[in-house]
């Protein structure tokens, strides 16, 4: 055996190495993380598209993922730097300023214990808007995390770790047993407040159980991920078309087809440019602009 080939030996085992390395401790926190996310988007754009009767609402219609990104955009910008149970700064801070637009959006939108949707979606885009008016202003007086800011709003899954895996389940696995306890109400909210109370459901509770839910499942998702779009909006209307409008067959089949899409998007996200990496937002909003149009399509031609 020539030295060419006991060069390539060494060479060939450490490339084996890198191979076993990366199927058994990178690709699977990945890929499980992207189909938890993608569930938890699809779960919560199926819950806001029942509750606010109307299909261009997703997830981050009350401001969830403005917030998170201010968030995000705070520690980056102000170089905050720390771990806790293994997330890092970015994932706490982007959770709880999404949690916190949340709960400020609520706290607007009450009117003597209840909360008219109306009101509750006016204040969403209005407080959403300020929190990304602010994000913009932060980022533009850093121009050092620029890059750094961009690439998380633009949504990856690269170099996620088991840590992040834990962050996000326990949320979809507690919040979807609760949303499909629930499921039978929204079908009947549905056919107006005044009847469902009439048929026992209690109206402003279950309206606070859904914002809760869909607010705590959205900001673990976006905490982890960046803003992933068009994921809450087009998975619960594909599945619509396939299961029916009953949200106790909808919640799982959204559930199952966010998580499909999200690791399909992801795999694309890594091997279309490879070995760069393209941020799985742009893959979703590729997939999910001309589907977007078509709704407004269908939807100018059904009010004519």
């Known amino acids: 055996m020539d030295e060419s080939s006991h060069r390539q030996v060494p060479s060939a085992n450490l490339d084996r190495q890198a191979a076993a390395v990366i199927v058994r401790q990178l690709r699977p926190p990945r890929i499980l993380l992207a189909a938890l996310v993608g569930a938890s988007l699809a779960l919560s754009g199926a819950v806001m598209q029942g509750f606010f009767q109307n299909p261009m609402a997703d997830p981050y219609i009350i401001g969830v993922s403005s917030g998170a990104a201010l968030g995000a955009t705070l520690a ?3 170089s ?3 771990w806790i149970v293994g997330l890092h700064a970015t994932s706490l801070f982007a959770f709880a300023g999404a949690l916190l637009v949340t709960f400020i959006v609520y706290m607007v939108s009450v009117r003597a214990g209840r909360v008219p949707a109306t009101l509750l979606l006016l204040t969403g885009v209005a407080v959403g808007s300020m929190a990304a008016a602010a994000t913009s202003f932060i980022m533009l007086s850093g121009d050092d995390t620029l890059h750094a800011v961009l690439y998380w709003i633009l949504g990856s899954f690269s170099s996620r770790r088991w840590e992040h895996v834990h962050m996000v389940w326990p949320s979809l696995l507690g919040g979807a047993v609760v949303l499909q306890v629930y499921a039978r109400d929204l079908n009947v909210l549905l056919q ?6 009439y ?5 402003e509770r279950l309206k606070r159980i859904f914002l809760v839910l869909t607010a705590w499942l959205t900001a673990a998702a976006v905490s982890v991920s960046g803003i992933i779009g068009f994921v809450g909006l087009i998975v619960p209307h594909m599945m619509r078309l396939l299961v029916g409008p009953d949200h106790r067959v909808l919640f799982p089949a959204s559930l199952l087809g966010g998580a499909i899409l999200m690791v399909c998007a992801d795999m694309l996200a890594r091997t279309v440019t490879a070995p760069a990496e393209v941020p799985v937002g742009i893959v979703t909003a590729l997939i999910g602009c001309p589907f977007f149009l078509y709704l407004l399509s269908r939807r100018r031609e059904l009010a004519l």
Do not use: K, P, R, Y
């Open 80 to 82: 905050i730097s720390f």
């Open 192 to 197: 107006g407040e005044e009847n469902a109370q």
């Open 199 to 203: 048929l026992g459901v209690d109206v």
């Open 76 to 78: 980056l910008t102000l």
